[in-house]
Every structure is written in structure tokens, then in C-alpha cells.
């Protein structure tokens, strides 16, 4: 079933309400919402000369329009190839001609980073506008296995890689997301206050099937005191934040003057919440948080911690990702393969149809990572006596000093515990004798600074002496990636050039 009959669907039973707002201001209903997208597709088969298969980009900010573009994309039975509009223009080239897009939906701002061989539709814009002039199309017959979306990696290293994400997939995404994460309803709200080229994006299809609303923030990104006026003017109002999304609003200045009643739930994820940020943040919104745990190939569906476990979890609990999300096997691995038993640590794997079925023109990485069926998330963890998995780190980013392992995110989590350390991250760095030595990245909160003594004795007084940072380098600010994501590739980098 095309992605697209879910609009269809939505159009027919809840056709005058409203589908998708800007701001405050209501943008589409749902039988506008379908027509301009049914247009719009029939444009891309007509005039753009496209069939079945071929690959259209989007590289705009989040505007109304983008979620009419990739539905006009799914009608014409086309593949979506969103694109982070904050990406280099390097990278961005580099997406476009990996994936083969032939046509670009494009804001009028990044117009000049497509290449020549790109024919662009400006949007919004005449253009734009053009395509709504024909008649409408039905949906395109696709089959399950049919690719919807080529979601490029966020690369933390090496080039970006497209998952290729299915019509099938993506449907069985949507329904655990009512099964295991939130109930979304008609008269909710989604938020997207992230990149609809990556998980908020991915949380559309929850909406369309819901027949709930789409709310584009109208200054087209993440603004924290923008998010509290709307979430003040939406009643259930829903959104999906990165974890440093959520920190933002909890250390915004408009926190506290915000009245949040009528959210519903920020679930968050995409990378690790720190217990710290997870209770500031649970002071703030109340027991109106849960988190997902996914990867662009296993989108936003490998592991659920829904709102109803926060509720007077303990702190490992809050520090794990959840359960098992129902349409997936988890399971956590040794370096040859074999199942590990509860309480060992090991790499992550996960089967089931939401998975990707490879990388696109990559059969090299896509036979690394799909292993007899199975993604292998290059993610560490380990479950407990009742299913919950606890991650550790990226498989590459492990520090091993003296023989041992240790794992950064739990030397983070202890150095966050000072009041005047705002972020912070823990790499390890060659050493002739350890084999590597725990170095500690730390963002000290304005106006303070925390004393490396001060530091070690927290570790000491939490975590073994070995896993405590020999070194400590204070920085203005962590280097990240697009979404957030902190790149401990740069911080390695600094460490190997002094
Ligand atoms: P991407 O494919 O860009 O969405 O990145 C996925 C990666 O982000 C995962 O493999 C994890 O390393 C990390 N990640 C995603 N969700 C979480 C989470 N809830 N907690 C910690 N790390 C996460």
C-alpha cells in the first residue's frame, strides 16, 4: 500500500480539518492537503518527465510545503530523498548525485547549491504554485517492498549512506508508534520543531493516519521560546526533540514563565539523554516525556520508554532506552555473532520489516550491516532481568585503557552531576602504555569554572579510579554535527594535533 493512501484516507473521513498549520496560522485542510499533493504528483509524472523509482530530493527548511511535496512524490510513486537543509553545500552535492535525484523541491534560499543536471522547483513559488494547476493523480500502485524514502545517515563519519526506507516499513513504523509510543488523536498536534528531513519528519505519517494536525513553526527552525508559544496554542500538543532539543527548552529563559497544559508528550531521541538533563526536564514538563531509541536504518523503532514508564522510575530505568518497540527483534551480540544473556555487554542487532532493505548503490556497507538479516547498529548496550536496554556507546567510540573497557557516556553522566559543567564529552586518546587514556571534552557553564580537582573527586566518588579522565580540556562549545550529535571524530582530531 502506498504511503500515500494514508492521506487519502485522512482526506476522506476528516476532509475540512485542518492538516497542516504555520505558526498560528491553518495552512491546509486535509482535502486541500491531498489535492495540492495529488497535483502536484501528476506535475512530477507529466512534466518533469519522471517514472516509477526515480528519486526526488528536498532540500528546504521546514515550510508547509515540504509535507505536500513528499506526499506529491508518493503519489506519483516517485522516492523521497529528503535532505538536511542545514547540510554543507558539499554534502548536500554529494547526496544528490550518490541518490541520482533528477529533480530538486528546493527553498529559495538553497537554490544555488544545486547542481546544473538538477532541474530545481522553487518552493514556495511559482513554480511550485504551477503544479497545482493540472489535474490531480491517483496514488501510484507500489508494492511494500517498494522504496518511499532514501534516508541519508547523518555520517558522524565518512560519507552519508541513503537506508532505503519502504512503503511497507514505514507503515509498520507508524503502527508500532501507536502500539508501543503514543496515542496520537484528531484533535492533537504535532510539532516540528526538528528537521522534517529526519525523525520529526518521519513522525508525519502518525499525524496523517491520526488525522491530527501538523504545525510548522514559522520560523522554519528550533526557536525555544517559539516552541512554548505553540505548544501554548496547540491542545495536545506532541513532538519529537533531540535530547539537546529538550535541554534548550528546559535552560530557555521563557521555561519559566510557560504554560505547558496542553502538551501532550516530547519524545525525545536520536542520542543519549543524560539522567541530569532527563530530571531537569521531567521537573519542567511533568510526566509528559518518552523516548525512542532508532537509527535512520531502523527508523525512529528499536526500543520504546514510554511516558508510563518514566512515572517513578528509577534512575536506571530513566537511563535506559526502553523495551523492545513490537514490530522488532532485539538482540545484543559478541564480536562472533552469538546471542549474549542478560547483563552482558555487546552490539545491538535488530530484525524485523521496519528495517531497512540496504544502503542504496553501497551492496559493500550494506553486507556489513545486514548480517543473515539482521542490523547490526555498530550501538553497545545490554538488557536487564526485565527487557530494558541500557546503550552504552557507539561501538568505535569504547575506550580501552589497561585491557578494560570503558564506556564515555558513564564517565559523561558522573562529570554532569557538577552544577557548573554544561555539557561535556569523554574520548579516548592513544597511550604507550594504557593503549588509550580517557581525556574529558568539558563546556563549563557561563561565568564558572569547574576545578579539575573538584572533577576527580566526583569520579572518584562514583566510578572506578581507572575510568576516571587523566585530562581535562575546557572548550566554548562542543563541535556538532547537524542534528545535534556531538562529534567526537573532531575531538579526537584536536587531541591528535596538539
Ligand atoms: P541516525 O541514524 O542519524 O538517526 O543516528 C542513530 C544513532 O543515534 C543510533 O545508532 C544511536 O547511536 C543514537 N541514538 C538514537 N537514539 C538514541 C537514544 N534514545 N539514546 C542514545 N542514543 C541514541
Known amino acids: 500500500m502506498n504511503l500515500a493512501q494514508l492521506l487519502v484516507r485522512a482526506?476522506?473521513?476528516?476532509?475540512?480539518?485542518?492538516?497542516?498549520?504555520?505558526?498560528?496560522?491553518?495552512?491546509?485542510?486535509?482535502?486541500?492537503?491531498?489535492?495540492?499533493?495529488?497535483?502536484?504528483g501528476g506535475s512530477l509524472l507529466r512534466e518533469h518527465g519522471l517514472a516509477r523509482g526515480d528519486r526526488v530530493a528536498l532540500l528546504m527548511q521546514n515550510r508547509p510545503e515540504y509535507l505536500e511535496a513528499l506526499y506529491a512524490i508518493w503519489f506519483a510513486g516517485l522516492v523521497a530523498v529528503p535532505i538536511n537543509a542545514r547540510l554543507h553545500k558539499r554534502e548536500c552535492a554529494y547526496i544528490l548525485e550518490d541518490s541520482g535525484a533528477t529533480v530538486c523541491f528546493v527553498s529559495p534560499e538553497l537554490e544555488a547549491y544545486l547542481p546544473e543536471r538538477v532541474s530545481s522547483v522553487v518552493t514556495p513559488g511559482p513554480a511550485w504554485r504551477d503544479m497545482q494547476a493540472g489535474s490531480p493523480i491517483d496514488a501510484a500502485?507500489?508494492?511494500?517492498?517498494?522504496?518511499?524514502?532514501?534516508?541519508?545517515?547523518?555520517?558522524?563519519?565518512?560519507?552519508?549512506?541513503?537506508?532505503?526506507l519502504s512503503h511497507g516499513g514505514l507503515r509498520q513504523m507508524t503502527l508500532s508508534f501507536f502500539v508501543d509510543?503514543?496515542?496520537?488523536?484528531?484533535?492533537?498536534?504535532?510539532?516540528?520543531?526538528?528537521?522534517?528531513?529526519?525523525?520529526?519528519?518521519?513522525?508525519?505519517?502518525?499525524?496523517?493516519?491520526?488525522?491530527?494536525?501538523?504545525?510548522?513553526?514559522?520560523?522554519?527552525?528550533?526557536?525555544?521560546?517559539?516552541?512554548f508559544g505553540l505548544i501554548e496554542a496547540y491542545p495536545g500538543a506532541f513532538m519529537f526533540a533531540?535530547?539537546?532539543?529538550?535541554?534548550?527548552l528546559v535552560e530557555s529563559p521563557d521555561a519559566a514563565r510557560a504554560d505547558t497544559g496542553n502538551l501532550k508528550n516530547?519524545?525525545?531521541?536520536?542520542?543519549?539523554?543524560?539522567?541530569?538533563?532527563?530530571?531537569?526536564?521531567?521537573?519542567?514538563?511533568?510526566?509528559?516525556?518518552?523516548?525512542?531509541?532508532?537509527?535512520?536504518?531502523?527508523?525512529?523503532?528499536?526500543?520504546?520508554?514510554?511516558?508510563?514508564?518514566?512515572?517513578?522510575a528509577s534512575d536506571a530505568r530513566l537511563s535506559s532506552v526502553g523495551v523492545a518497540q513490537s514490530v522488532v527483534e532485539v538482540k545484543v551480540v559478541d564480536e562472533a555473532g552469538g546471542a549474549l544473556?542478560?547483563?552482558?555487554?555487546?552490539?545491538?542487532?535488530?530484525?524485523?520489516?521496519?528495517?531497512?532493505?540496504?544502503?542504496?548503490?553501497?551492496?559493500?556497507?550494506?553486507?556489513?550491516?545486514?548480517?543473515?538479516?539482521?542490523?547490526?547498529?555498530?550501538?553497545?548496550?545490554?538488557?536487564?532481568?526485565h527487557g530494558f536496554l541500557t546503550l552504552k556507546d557507539r561501538v568505535k567510540d569504547v575506550i580501552i585503557s589497561g585491557g578494560s573497557n570503558i564506556y564515555p557516556r558513564e564517565v559523561e553522566e558522573v562529570l554532569l552531576l557538577n552544577p557548573d559543567v554544561l555539557e561535556v564529552s569523554v574520548v579516548g586518546?592513544?597511550?604507550?602504555?594504557?593503549?588509550?587514556?580517557?581525556?574529558?571534552?568539558?563546556?563549563?557553564?557561563?561565568?564558572?569554572?569547574?576545578?579539575?580537582?573538584?572533577?576527580?573527586?566526583?569520579c572518584l566518588d562514583h566510578i572506578a579510579r581507572f575510568k576516571r579522565p587523566k585530562r581535562y580540556l575546557f572548550l566554548e562549545a562542543l563541535p556538532k554535527n547537524n542534528y545535534g550529535k556531538v562529534l567526537k571524530t573532531e575531538l579526537r582530531k584536536i587531541l591528535a594535533d596538539q
Request: with cysteine; charged share 15%.
Open 181 to 227: 509510543v503514543e496515542q496520537l488523536l484528531r484533535d492533537d498536534s504535532v510539532l516540528h520543531a526538528a528537521p522534517l528531513s529526519h525523525g520529526s519528519g518521519l513522525y508525519n505519517f502518525a499525524a496523517v493516519q491520526a488525522g491530527a494536525n501538523q504545525v510548522i513553526p514559522a520560523s522554519g527552525h528550533f526557536d525555544p521560546g517559539e516552541v
Open 11 to 40: 482526506s476522506a473521513i476528516w476532509p475540512d480539518a485542518p492538516a497542516i498549520c504555520h505558526g498560528t496560522r491553518q495552512h491546509a485542510s486535509y482535502q486541500q492537503f491531498v489535492h495540492r499533493a495529488a497535483c502536484a
Open 266 to 312: 516530547i519524545v525525545y531521541g536520536g542520542g543519549p539523554m543524560y539522567l541530569s538533563d532527563l530530571k531537569a526536564a521531567m521537573a519542567l514538563f511533568g510526566n509528559k516525556l518518552g523516548q525512542i531509541y532508532g537509527q535512520g536504518e531502523s527508523p525512529m523503532t528499536i526500543t520504546t520508554l514510554t511516558r508510563t514508564m518514566h512515572r517513578d
Open 141 to 164: 500502485a507500489v508494492g511494500k517492498d517498494d522504496i518511499a524514502w532514501l534516508f541519508y545517515t547523518s555520517g558522524t563519519t565518512g560519507q552519508p549512506k541513503g537506508a532505503m
Open 242 to 248: 533531540a535530547p539537546t532539543m529538550v535541554k534548550k
Open 429 to 458: 586518546h592513544p597511550h604507550p602504555e594504557w593503549g588509550e587514556e580517557v581525556v574529558a571534552f568539558v563546556v563549563a557553564r557561563a561565568g564558572s569554572k569547574p576545578g579539575e580537582a573538584e572533577l576527580d573527586s566526583l
Open 341 to 385: 544473556p542478560e547483563g552482558a555487554v555487546g552490539e545491538i542487532c535488530v530484525r524485523g520489516e521496519v528495517v531497512m532493505s540496504g544502503y542504496w548503490n553501497n551492496p559493500e556497507a550494506t553486507a556489513r550491516t545486514l548480517v543473515d538479516g539482521w542490523l547490526h547498529t555498530g550501538d553497545m548496550g545490554s538488557f536487564d532481568e
